[in-house]
């Protein structure tokens, strides 16, 4: 596999990260800014203020109103959006390579600059409940934001949605003070990909984000969370089953063999929770495994949704894989499968602008440089089953996280 072509990176004395990858070929351009302004920094009592304040900042910006930004990046042909996530608020926009530099205008006064007027709040929060009520109606989705928020130290588990509480009772004020807290340059990563000309981009940027005036970082609060083994009652057709344990950041040296142990445990069609719980015992339509890192931390999360008959057999056999992974290991079959479909997920994400301003500003912010496709490809070659089968069995999935949700709790163990 070539190595990925050169990258380029600046930082600004305002503490903005610039990181730039040329994709020769492409005549798409994309950026993805990660802002330091998450749910893990909302006031304890108001969740869902960061998922609003990305709405808002979209409802009129600079000079334009609302109707008159949204028809300026329509006229550039900028696919766009914005979302809160529990760490970053991002902003992602893909769009041709001569429009780059005109789209970064625009989003400059949306970060900037956004009118954040108050009649555009109602509106809103109208759709932030309606989103919350929606989870309601997805299960599957409900308890796996619920076993974030079990497993991981709070603010860090919080999901991005809110609570309905906290988003009925956000003021337009209470929403302002938090943009002026967390919307800062210091802390926020700038990744661009596609057909770029490096100097104008640095240049571009420079001019349109270096006023940004940088601000403290906001204090933190760690607190332990839990508990490890609950259930929520729903009467609800199916119960959802879904768990969670620690396992290796993107920062650390086991990472490839973390990610290798989660996909082989139930990241593909034919991995061991599909294969085991789906088709030999026919327990439920949809399991798997999938691994999630944030800075500090990472966890190899399962789910599981199936009827109640069989759930708690679903758990049963769930666990037990959990445990034979570590007890076992993974054979050499296994372990070439899974770096096959690692490889042909990583060249397809190369291979769209979009996606690879994404993995820049991830990387750099995980890493603090940005990872080559030569880079990942060869740590992948690299694994072996006795090195995966070694990871797997130090892991500590006996640190589970066990959550259940549907008419009657499942026999757990302690």
């Known amino acids: 596999m070539p190595d990925a072509p050169s990258i380029a990176q600046h ?3 305002n503490g903005l990260v610039l990181v730039a990858e040329a994709m020769p070929g492409v005549q798409s351009a994309a950026f993805t800014l990660l802002l330091p302004a998450g749910a893990a920094y909302e006031a304890a009592d108001r969740g869902g203020a960061a998922s609003m304040l990305s709405e808002w900042i979209t409802r009129g910006a600079g000079e334009r109103d609302s109707r008159e930004l949204l028809s300026a990046l329509d006229n550039l042909g900028v ?5 809160a996530q529990t760490l970053h608020t991002s902003l992602a926009a893909a769009t041709l390579g001569r429009n780059l530099i005109p789209a970064l205008e625009l989003f400059a006064d949306i970060v900037l600059r956004p009118h954040l007027d108050d009649d555009e709040i109602e509106p809103i929060r109208a759709l932030a409940l309606q989103n919350l009520r929606s989870l309601e109606d997805d299960p599957g989705t409900k308890v796996i934001y619920e076993l974030r928020r079990r497993h991981f130290p709070d603010p860090w588990g919080r999901p991005a949605p809110g609570t309905p509480e906290g988003v009925s009772a956000l003021s337009p004020n209470e ?15 700038l ?30 609060q760690e607190r332990p969370t839990g508990p490890l083994r609950d259930h929520i009652l729903r009467e609800t057709q199916q119960i959802q ?7 290796a950041t993107v920062a650390s040296p086991d990472y490839y063999r973390a990610r290798a142990a989660a996909a ?14 789906r088709e030999k015992r026919g327990l439920c339509y949809s399991v798997y495994a999938s691994y999630e890192s944030q800075r500090d931390r990472a966890a190899i999360l399962c789910y599981a949704g199936t ?21 076992s290991g993974v054979e050499l079959e296994e372990l070439e499968t899974m770096r096959a479909g690692l490889k042909s997920s990583l060249v397809m994400a190369q ?17 603090g440089r940005v990872r080559s496709i030569g880079e990942i490809s060869s740590a992948l070659d690299a694994l072996t089953p006795e090195s995966v089968s070694d990871y797997a069995a130090s892991q500590a999935a006996n640190a589970l996280t066990i959550l259940t949700l549907g008419p009657n709790p499942l026999v757990v163990p302690k």
């Open 264 to 277: 082989i445990l139930g990241g593909y069609s034919s991995a061991r929770l599909f294969t085991e719980v």
């Open 175 to 189: 929403l302002r003070a938090f943009h002026a807290l967390a919307y800062r340059p210091n802390g926020a990563i």
């Open 191 to 220: 990744g661009v990909a596609g057909a770029i000309d490096w100097p104008e981009l640095r240049d571009a940027v420079g001019r349109l984000f270096g006023d940004w005036e940088p601000r403290l970082e906001p204090a933190v």
């Open 307 to 327: 009827s109640a008959d069989r759930a708690q057999q679903t758990l049963d056999v769930t666990l037990a894989e959990v445990e034979r992974l570590g007890r």
């Open 79 to 83: 696919n766009h959006g914005e979302s």
């Open 11 to 13: 930082t600004y004395p």
């Open 241 to 247: 089953i879904a768990l969670a344990y620690p396992t």
């Open 351 to 367: 291979e769209s602008s979009m996606s690879r301003s994404g993995s820049l500003a991830s990387d750099w912010f995980h890493l």
